[in-house]
């Protein structure tokens, strides 16, 4: 309907722009010569129409008298050029005053003519840019949908070719290890999310468990891939968690409390690194466990092993976050007191320097796998990083990460 009524506006514009035209081009020229030429044609028919009324006149006479005398002949002669005469003078200024009122009226109509040419070109001009606004309104509105039907079918195709199961299986393990130790006794345990209720814990939780990695039983606690999800965010988020489960994530530092403190039980951290180069390199830690709410969540981390370097520690005592607090833009708990120095220059808070990112941060230290995802070329410091994994003595830029935790002791099957 819109389509229609801008098709029919601007036809009705473009017609009224040719009539306009059309009109001054047939607007008779105000010449002097044109208006002349009338004139004399108007006082030359009634000076020929005052002759022959004299003529007649006269042939009235000459049957009346027999013989004209040569000189009233003569006398009528002179009568006639001056009334000729007496007829050109007031012609010629009956043809000037005339002259000059055509000419003032044609002129008044020519501007006429033209100025409302000129108001409808103005106004058709404008019709169609309104008409144009709403056709690229319009396109884009179009132009939105089809990226949304585009980003459907992307995900209705995702979720189709989708290993992982979008509804979590029903069970009551403890962990993705005590999910994989009772139910793969009986059968094959596929990767995919899983409700467990670990000890201490007032409620039960999905989570991604890989069953395929090194024999299985790893419960996934943070994944990076594309950067969709951002992990800039507050103290109350990072410890409840956030992200999809099926892409990127943190399950939340109260979620991980609960799994690394059950009774009897030691976990083992593994961190899976891949570069922007699809290079892959690891670091594995035994003895790993976090404290509670009240001490900030202290990590703790037992023996390094693998071959992307220990980062957790180091090279110098001030870069090790072993046994540091969680911290965040919003709690700062870093070791900045009361600042850091990072590439020579003073630094406050760790998390404001790194984006607002949380991490156990020690004067920022070398490792930040919540960083931002794509490195952003200002500092290595403020992207995902892990600085004792390096190439030709650079940090390698790291494209995703993973971090995953298993049980290395489980008092229900030893």
């Known amino acids: 309907m819109n389509c229609f009524r801008v098709t029919s ?19 008779k020229p105000c010449s002097s010569k044109y208006l002349t030429e009338q004139l004399v044609s108007s006082c030359g028919k009634a000076l020929e129409q005052n002759l022959v009324s004299s003529n007649l006149f006269g042939t009235r006479n000459v049957g009346a008298v027999e013989k004209p005398l040569k000189a009233e002949e003569k006398n009528k002669s002179t ?31 020519q501007n006429s003519l033209v100025e409302y040419a000129r108001s409808t070109k103005k106004l058709v001009r404008n019709m169609m840019d309104d008409q144009q606004s709403s056709l690229d309104y319009l396109s884009n509105q179009v132009n939105e949908l089809m990226n949304r039907v585009l980003l459907l079918n992307a995900e209705v195709l995702r979720k189709h070719l989708d290993p992982l199961p979008y509804k979590a299986v029903q069970s009551h393990g403890l962990d993705c290890t005590d999910i994989k130790d009772t139910i793969g006794s009986v059968s094959k345990t596929p990767t995919g999310l899983y409700i467990i209720h670990p000890e201490g814990s007032n409620y039960p939780f999905e989570v991604l468990c890989d069953m395929d990695f090194q024999g299985g039983g790893w419960t996934v606690v943070q994944k990076r891939t594309d950067g969709i999800i951002t992990f800039q965010r507050t103290w109350s988020e990072y410890l409840d968690g956030f992200g999809d489960l099926s892409g990127e994530f943190w399950l939340g530092l109260r979620k991980i409390f609960h799994i690394v403190n059950q009774k009897a039980t030691s976990f083992s951290l593994y961190v899976d690194l891949e570069s922007e180069n699809d290079k892959h390199a690891y670091a594995a830690y035994d003895g790993f466990w976090i404290e509670d709410e009240a001490c900030s969540f202290k990590i703790h981390l037992g023996h390094y092993s693998g071959n992307a370097g220990d980062a957790f520690r180091g090279y110098r005592k001030e870069d090790n976050q072993n046994s540091m607090p969680f911290s965040t833009f919003d709690v700062d708990n870093d070791g900045c007191r009361p600042v ?17 990112t949380g991490w156990w941060f020690n ?4 490792a930040n796998l919540n960083g931002v995802h794509r490195y952003t070329g200002r500092f290595l410091a403020t992207g995902i990083h892990w600085d004792t994994w390096t190439v030709n003595n650079k940090p390698v830029k790291i ?3 993973s971090m995953k935790i298993r049980r290395t002791f489980n008092p229900y099957f030893n």
């Open 9 to 27: 506006l601007i036809s009705l514009s473009i017609f009224l722009v040719s009539w306009g035209e059309t009109v001054i081009s047939n607007v």
């Open 79 to 109: 009568d006639i050029s001056k009334q000729k005469e007496q007829c050109l003078v007031p012609c010629d200024v009956q043809a000037k005053i005339l002259r000059g009122e055509k000419q003032y009226m044609c002129r008044n109509l």
């Open 340 to 356: 850091c120095t990072i590439k020579q220059q003073p630094v406050k808070s760790c998390s404001n320097f790194s984006e607002s």
């Open 363 to 366: 004067q920022c230290g070398l």
């Open 399 to 401: 494209k995703s990460v």
